[in-house]
C-alpha cells in the first residue's frame, strides 16, 4: 500500500486543455513535492509546499496543498506537449527530507 | 547551486557478482542521504537512509545484507549490490538532505545485471 495516492494514473490530452493530478494521503506532511521525469532521467523538482491551504503557480502549473497538509493537486492551464511526463509527488512526514513518492501520474499531451 | 552527483551513470554486471553506485554532494555536506529504486514505469521506492558515520536504516522489505550502505564522509554515500541478479536490474537514485533542509536528487545509475 503506498502512502501516496495519485490519480488518474495516466492522463492523455489533447494541446491546449487542461488537466489536473492529485495526490491523496490519511497521513499528514510536513512538506509535499511535485516532480516531473522524462524516461531514463532523475525526476525534476517543480515545487515544493509546507502550508495547509497554500496555492503556488509558476506559469501554467497551480499546485494546491490542502488544508490538513494531506492533499495536493497540480493543474496544468493550455498543456503544450512539453508537459508530457510522468508526475510524482512526494511526501515528507517528518521534516527529514524523508520523502516516500506516489506511483505517478503518465501525462501525455498531443499536438 | 547544489549538485549530487551519481557514478557510474550506467553499469553492467555478470549475475552473481557485486556494483557499487556512488552519491557525492559536490558543495556542501550531507549527512543524511537517501536511496530509491525505480523499476520500469513504477515510481520511485525508498531504500533506505543513509547516515554519515552511523548504519543505514532500511525500509521494510529490503535486504540489508544485499544491499550494502556506507556513508562513511559527509559528501559520499555509497550503495552495492552484493550477489546481483537480473531481477535487480533496475534505475537506482539517491537524494541528499543539503542545507535548509532542501533535497537534491542524483541523476540516477542504471543498472543492467546479465
Known amino acids: 500500500t503506498q502512502l501516496l495516492e495519485q490519480s488518474p494514473q495516466f492522463l492523455s490530452i489533447q494541446e491546449g486543455e487542461n488537466l489536473t493530478v492529485y495526490c491523496n494521503s490519511s497521513s499528514v506532511f510536513s512538506s509535499l513535492q511535485w516532480y516531473r521525469q522524462e524516461p531514463g532521467e532523475g525526476p525534476v523538482l517543480l515545487v515544493t509546499v509546507v502550508t495547509g491551504g497554500e496555492v503556488k503557480k509558476l506559469k501554467r502549473l497551480t499546485f494546491q496543498f490542502g488544508d490538513a497538509r494531506k492533499d495536493s493537486s497540480l493543474h496544468i492551464t493550455a498543456a503544450q506537449p512539453g508537459d508530457t511526463g510522468l508526475y510524482l509527488c512526494?511526501?515528507?512526514?517528518?521534516?527529514?527530507?524523508?520523502?516516500?513518492f506516489g506511483a505517478g501520474t503518465q501525462v501525455v499531451v498531443t499536438p | 547551486g547544489a549538485v549530487v552527483s551519481q557514478h557510474p551513470s550506467r553499469v553492467i554486471c555478470k549475475s552473481g557478482t557485486s556494483v557499487k553506485i556512488e552519491c557525492r554532494s559536490l558543495d556542501f555536506q550531507a549527512t543524511t542521504m537517501f536511496w530509491y529504486r525505480q523499476f520500469p514505469k513504477q515510481s520511485l521506492m525508498l531504500m533506505a537512509t543513509s547516515n554519515e558515520g552511523s548504519k543505514a536504516t532500511y525500509e521494510q522489505g529490503v535486504e540489508k545484507d544485499k544491499f550494502l550502505i556506507n556513508h562513511a564522509s559527509l559528501t559520499l554515500s555509497t550503495l552495492t549490490v552484493t550477489s546481483a541478479h537480473p531481477e535487480d536490474s533496475s534505475f537506482y537514485i539517491c537524494?541528499?538532505?543539503?542545507?535548509?533542509?532542501?533535497?537534491?536528487f542524483g541523476e540516477g545509475s542504471w543498472l543492467t545485471v546479465v
Open positions: 537524494s541528499a538532505r543539503g542545507r535548509g533542509n532542501t533535497i537534491y
Open positions: 512526494a511526501g515528507d512526514t517528518d521534516s527529514w527530507g524523508k520523502f516516500q
